[in-house]
């Protein structure tokens, strides 16, 4: 309701949460001190992250956003033929999906701060050497490494905010940087776009690569040094292989709504445009539309971090499933412009409702280090696939159909989401009356996150 979403936004901003009675805990880092009764502090927790992840994700979210409008016209004059442009625009999704399980294994050995420092160095790099490029292949390889790249930032960084973010606050953090995502991906291409018309196509590589120095810079200085194995000694293996088996019911539920939300959100950029080319409209009634959708997307990052620490994750989850897919519905029957906005505002609603959700269940599902960043690789590897197979799942439904067809299609495979994930998937969020319930792993984390900010001195 809109009362409700609004109340939420403010108590986001002031680090508060509505209406719920804050079990006392023992001191952390993320507690404000009041005499001798610690209360948490959210916006304590946003501080603290601000330099070691939220600066650097911008960044990165703007390395990753200002090649994306010249891009294919810099690979088109590289490559031999069209369909070879298409093979250069999938290097970095193909290379990301890669590096997700060997990120995982890397994690184990270098920890957060040498897996987040590798990953943009060799994000910076690849930018250059695109940049620099004189033939197809060294190109392709450069994009290729980009997604590699970028699959062992994103693993640390997701690794690192579940090291260091407890549970009761993690909704709200990983909300913000699902909000920051969305900015910086709007931001990123027009920028890159007016680097390119001043100064050439390749101006916008040569500012990601900027972009990703910097960035790497902030982590060295600002993300504490903290082996994940030290702790933890040779009780844990580091096989990602062995993380998949002794987690395969949690990737087998958990998991799969993953993987259909990232299907979800990839199937509707495909979408959208589609439908609106077959509706005869004009490319800036269709952009119109996009940005409407946008605009409702980002608008609700806050308050669902809110209803995720507060409420749980499936009171946020189950509703954005449902409204993704009730919004692809109106798509497959959108004629007109208006019609078209509606629906594209209506799933711009369902995606802000599962703001940061896949992020969140990861960290609150991953088991402690070192082990955290095997789960995530594999967890990210499920979500690329999910992502992958959006566009071809939506070409074959066209084939099959149309347009409409596909759109149906999509939902029918969204509304299935919102019964997995409903049923299958159990409540992420430990309330006050559930410490007694901790489980194994929880326990570790807490003793985990305290032995790390004992080492944070030492970065």
């Not at 609603?349 to 959700?357: A, I």
């Amino acid at each position: 309701q809109p009362a409700t979403i609004l109340g939420c936004t403010l108590h986001w901003f002031r680090g508060t949460t509505p209406n719920v009675t804050q079990p006392v805990i023992s001191p952390s880092p993320f507690t404000a001190m009041d005499g001798d009764s610690p209360q948490p502090s959210t916006l304590a927790v946003l501080r603290s992250l601000l330099l070691p992840v939220y600066m650097p994700s911008m960044l990165f979210g703007l390395t990753d956003g200002l090649a994306l409008p010249t891009l294919p016209i810099f690979a088109s004059m590289l490559s031999p033929g069209a369909e070879f442009v298409g093979a250069a625009m999938g290097a970095v999704p193909l290379g990301k999906a890669v590096g997700d399980w060997p990120a995982g294994m890397l994690f184990a050995t270098l920890g957060y701060k040498g897996t987040m420092m590798t990953g943009m160095g060799c994000v910076s790099l690849s930018a250059l050497l695109v940049a620099s490029s004189t033939s197809y292949p060294i190109m392709l390889f450069g994009l290729l490494l980009s997604g590699i790249s970028q699959a062992l930032f994103t693993v640390s960084r997701s690794s690192h905010m579940r090291h260091c973010v407890e549970t009761r606050f993690r909704g709200r953090a990983v909300s913000l940087l699902a909000g920051i995502n969305r900015f910086t991906r709007a931001l990123g291409p027009s920028i890159g776009g007016l680097l390119a018309q001043h100064f050439g196509l390749t101006a916008p590589l040569y500012a990601s690569a900027l972009c990703a120095l910097v960035a790497t810079v902030l982590v060295s200085y600002f993300v504490p040094y903290a082996e994940p194995a030290a702790s933890e000694g040779p009780k844990h293996s580091h096989c990602s292989t062995e993380v998949l088996v002794s987690h395969q019911h949690v990737f087998a539920t958990a998991g799969v709504s993953a993987f259909i939300l990232s299907f979800l959100r990839r199937a509707r950029n495909l979408l959208i445009p589609l439908k609106g080319h077959a509706a005869m409209m004009e490319p800036s009634a269709i952009g119109f539309a996009v940005t409407c959708g946008y605009i409702a997307d980002t608008a609700l990052f806050a308050p669902v971090g809110v209803i995720m620490d507060t409420k749980g994750r499936k009171v946020a989850g189950l509703p954005a499933y449902l409204i993704l897919s009730a919004g692809l519905l109106l798509l497959g029957s959108s004629d007109s412009l208006p019609s078209l906005i509606l629906a594209v505002v209506v799933i711009g609603v369902g995606d802000g409702f599962s703001s940061g959700l896949n992020m969140t269940l990861a960290g609150d599902l991953a088991p402690p280090a070192p082990r955290t960043g095997q789960f995530v690789g594999i967890w990210n590897l499920i979500c690329d696939v999910g992502a992958m197979s959006g566009p071809l799942v939506v070409g074959w439904l066209m084939k099959q159909g149309s347009i409409e067809s596909a759109a149906n299609g999509a939902a029918l495979i969204g509304f299935i989401g919102a019964l997995w994930f409903g049923c299958l998937v159990s409540e992420t969020l430990k309330h006050p009356s559930d410490a007694h319930t901790a489980s194994p792993d929880d326990a570790e984390a807490a003793k985990e996150r305290n032995h790390g900010h004992g080492n944070k001195g030492s970065s």
